[in-house]
């Protein structure tokens, strides 16, 4: 077998490991895995700090905070889209009631949904969106927050 056969059977077992492995990770996540390990962001909104976690790709915006059995106090997941559009949450799979926040490109709360743990009901932005942040359900009322309060921080427009 020449170098180059030997390299390139290599390469495309490698490649095919590495596909398998990510395979494994996904199955694992839809088996009942929560991803822990996102991107995170600092916001604040008036004198509260958040702790986010970012959902930007596809598939960490599907697995959102699936599977997760308690979030601290001021965490949550902040959900990146590419471009404002009416978006819709339900929570199959999620453990925990959230609430969540769909967020204006300059950090403006567009409208709060209540959201109930492992139910398919569809909660929907009131107009087009980039953003929406999970949190625990009662954290925005606990703190006095409501519709057109302003997020703060690097992914909102100031």
Known sequence: MSCLNFLARSTGAALALGTAALSLSAAAQTA?????NL???ELSVGMHRIHAQVAQTPRQREVGLMHRKEMPAAEGMLFVFEQPAMQCFWMKNTLLP????FVADDGTIVNLA???PMTEDSHCSRKPVRYVLEMNQGWFKQKGIAEGAQLRGKPFSQ
Do not use: I, N, S
């Open 32 to 36: 009942g895995e929560p991803q822990m």
């Open 39 to 41: 991107p995170r962001a």
């Open 98 to 101: 959230l609430t969540a926040a």
């Open 114 to 116: 209540d959201m109930q």
